[in-house]
């Protein structure tokens, strides 16, 4: 193998690493932000049912003793 090979041939192996280390960094980012977004979907998930059990627990108080009677035609 002559000297221009070699040059050629290391340069590939450095550009190569350049491309897996930026492709590592890429998948530590991405993996940071996933566990981001699984914990606001974790927290927005749990706002939501505090939320429903709200609603319903109003629902539950405003309703009247006439709504759980069978209509007269029973």
């Known amino acids: 193998m002559d000297t221009a090979q070699e040059q050629r041939l290391e340069q590939r192996m450095a550009d ?15 993996s940071e932000v996933i566990y981001a977004q699984g914990k606001t979907i974790d927290r927005l998930t749990a ?16 309703r009247s003793p006439q709504d759980d009677r069978p209509p007269p035609h029973y």
Request: no cysteine; charged share 40%.
């Open 16 to 30: 190569l690493e350049i491309r897996l280390a930026h492709h590592e960094r890429m998948a530590e980012e991405m």
């Open 47 to 62: 706002q939501v049912q505090r939320m429903r059990d709200r609603l319903e627990a109003a629902e539950y108080a405003i």
